[in-house]
T-cell receptor, first 112, second 114 residues
Framework: DGGITQSPKYLFRKEGQNVTLSCEQN?????MYWYRQDPGQGLRLIYY???????QKGDIAEGYSVSREKKESFPLTVTSAQKNPTAFYLC???????????FGPGTRLTVT | AQSVTQLDSQVPVFEEAPVELRCNYS??????LFWYVQYPNQGLQLLLK??????LVKGINGFEAEFNKSQTSFHLRKPSVHISDTAEYFC????????????FGKGTRLSVIA
């Protein structure tokens, strides 16, 4: 089945630790995205990539980093510089940079 | 730049009643429009999309939306809701040209009451 996988579903970390969230797609999509979701705030774009080895900051990139070494994979690292990392993180992909997006199931990160 | 306003953050409605979730957008160029649904602790699922052609768009689960260019709106409707429609709904906009990602509204939480 084609789709987007995110792992793990739930992730717990201690404050001060970096953590990497996985996102893999087998849809052969060029573009991939990371969003953060907090209650009542909708989706906020963290980073996006429209082609391998290239990515752009979104609205809330501070404290996050990404890489795009393969078309299928777009991991997100939440660094210790991110002040409020506890949130629901969603990965998405699309055929082009402006097309409809397909979403993964999300990862809920809790940092204590 | 584009923007999306979902006029209601929460909409309670009784089962089998009709519902309309409102979405207005702002853009200086032609757009594509989308509605997504999110069930608790899940990703977003595409409900329907307007790319061109007929302004009345039908989607999954009995939902439909109408594109109104003069009012820059794309309201989502369902004639009779079910308990299972309880979820968060997001409106999104994208432009015809360039590679700008979708811009999402803040969402409307639909609660269907038995």
């Amino acid at each position: 089945d084609g789709g987007i996988t995110q792992s793990p579903k739930y992730l717990f970390r201690k404050e001060g630790q970096n953590v990497t969230l996985s996102c893999e797609q087998n849809l052969n999509h060029d573009a991939m995205y990371w969003y953060r979701q907090d209650p009542g705030q909708g989706l906020r774009l963290i980073y996006y990539s429209q082609i391998v080895n290239d990515f752009q900051k979104g609205d809330i990139a501070e404290g996050y980093s990404v890489s795009r070494e393969k078309k299928e994979s777009f991991p997100l690292t939440v660094t210790s510089a991110q002040k409020n990392p506890t949130a629901f993180y969603l990965c998405a992909s699309s055929t082009t940079g402006r097309g409809e997006q397909y979403f993964g199931p999300g990862t809920r990160l809790t940092v204590t | 730049a584009q923007s999306v306003t979902q006029l209601d953050s929460q909409v309670p409605v009784f089962e089998e009643a009709p519902v309309e979730l409102r979405c207005n957008y702002s853009s200086s160029v032609s757009v594509y429009l989308f509605w997504y649904v999110q069930y608790p602790n899940q990703g977003l699922q595409l409900l329907l999309k307007y790319l061109s052609g007929s302004t009345l768009v039908k989607g999954i689960n009995g939902f439909e939306a109408e594109f109104n260019k003069s009012q820059t709106s794309f309201h989502l409707r369902k004639p009779s809701v079910h308990i299972s429609d309880t979820a968060e709904y997001f409106c999104a906009v994208s432009v015809f040209s360039g590679n700008t990602p979708l811009v999402f509204g803040k969402g409307t939480r639909l609660s269907v009451i038995a």
